[in-house]
């Protein structure tokens, strides 16, 4: 064989992966690190909540006309998986040193602007409101409670178990929810009903 002809190319290796791996068979998950704990730990239960909002919001970017809308979520679902990670690793043995599963006061400080933007839009608040409205404000509104429900059972994990701009996030995140859900009413001409 003539070693001067060019050798073919070759074909990339893929390695395809099972969804399935049995691993959890007997109600264990891993954490980031390789810990088998229970699926019914405190800590599983609050990333899976996390996943849910996550979800929920996939929910409303999938729904909605509204680019602004779109790429505001897609930001914040990029944050959560960021926070999913965070709790999926206690010792930070792997997301300490990726940089894409940080969350500081950057990202908050993001939130609240994107608040502030939307409050104007939106009339004062002078009453409670019953969630509703349009189907994309209804949703954010399921999203918002879905986030205090990740928060509160974050916070249940005890104040050394997270880092606390995870928590400032999570409050500032239902806050842009509620007023994103407001402000989404409004652009679709759904009333809001006070209570």
Same mark, same amino acid.
């Given at each position: ?80 998986f ?15 040193? &990726? +940089?894409? =599963? ?6 908050? /400080? ?5 608040? #502030? @933007?939307? !409050? ?20 954010l509104? &399921? +999203?918002? =409670? ?6 509160? /059972? ?5 104040? #050394? @178990?997270? !880092? ?20 989404v ?11």
């Amino acid at each position: 064989m003539d070693s001067t002809l060019p050798h073919p190319p070759r074909d990339p290796i893929i390695v395809i992966v099972k969804i399935y791996t049995r691993t959890g068979d007997r109600g264990e998950t891993a954490l980031l690190g390789g810990t088998r704990v229970s699926k019914a730990a405190p800590r599983v239960a609050a990333y899976g909540e996390v996943d849910e909002l996550n979800a929920w919001l996939g929910l409303v970017r999938a729904g909605t006309d509204d680019d602004q809308v779109k790429g505001m979520i897609e930001q914040m679902q990029r944050d959560l998986f960021a926070i999913g990670s965070r709790l999926a690793d206690p010792a930070g043995k792997v997301t300490d040193r &990726v +940089a894409k =599963t940080a969350v500081n006061a950057s990202d908050i /400080t993001r939130l609240e602007q994107w608040i #502030d @933007q939307l !409050e104007t839009e939106v009339p004062p608040l002078r009453r409670f409101i019953l969630a509703g409205g349009s189907l994309d404000g209804a949703s954010l509104h &399921v +999203a918002r =409670t879905v986030c205090r429900r990740a928060e509160r /059972t974050i916070v249940g994990l005890g104040a #050394d @178990q997270i !880092e606390p701009d995870v928590l400032e996030y999570l409050n500032r995140l239902s806050d842009l929810l509620f007023v994103m859900a407001r402000a989404v009413n409004h652009r679709h001409g759904a009333p809001e009903l006070e209570w």
